[in-house]
């Protein structure tokens, strides 16, 4: 048995439960958020046999997508003659999924 930690931007949270659920992988979703960004994210939790591993990589994947987001840049040097910089936003890409899998000694369903 296996446990996968997908962690998935919020965008596409919805997406992939749905699609999970379709293809019959049960999962418990956790909110959590990015240290980077603090974006909203959902962790799904999904414990499957070893041969499913890759299947639940596939369908997660399938589900998230990768996407450019400006933020708010911080200057860190240099004044302008009114002693502030004006910051630029920055582009940066968002989404995709992070996947850990680890292995279950023991699971159990009460």
Same mark, same amino acid.
């Given at each position: 048995? =296996? !446990? #996968?930690?997908?962690?998935? +931007?919020? %965008?596409?949270? *919805?997406? $992939?439960?749905? @699609? !999970?659920?379709?293809?019959?992988? /049960?999962?418990? =979703?956790? *909110?959590?958020?990015?240290?980077? !960004? @603090?974006?909203? +994210? &959902? &962790?799904?939790? #999904?414990?499957?046999? %070893? *041969?499913? $591993? %890759?299947?639940? #990589? *596939?369908?997660?994947? /399938?589900?998230?997508?990768? /996407?450019?987001?400006?933020?708010? @840049? &911080?200057?860190?040097?240099?004044?302008?003659?009114?002693?502030?910089?004006?910051a630029l936003p920055l582009e940066v890409s968002v989404g995709g999924a992070t996947i850990f899998v680890t292995n279950i000694e023991r699971f159990e369903k009460?």
């Amino acid at each position: 048995m =296996k !446990l #996968i930690f997908a962690v998935v +931007n919020g %965008d596409d949270s *919805a997406a $992939v439960s749905k @699609s !999970l659920s379709k293809h019959g992988f /049960r999962a418990t =979703k956790l *909110a959590s958020s990015g240290s980077f !960004l @603090s974006a909203g +994210n &959902t &962790t799904f939790l #999904i414990c499957v046999d %070893d *041969a499913e $591993v %890759d299947e639940v #990589i *596939a369908v997660v994947q /399938r589900k998230c997508h990768h /996407r450019k987001q400006f933020v708010p @840049s &911080t200057p860190t040097y240099g004044t302008s003659s009114a002693g502030e910089v004006s910051a630029l936003p920055l582009e940066v890409s968002v989404g995709g999924a992070t996947i850990f899998v680890t292995n279950i000694e023991r699971f159990e369903k009460l």
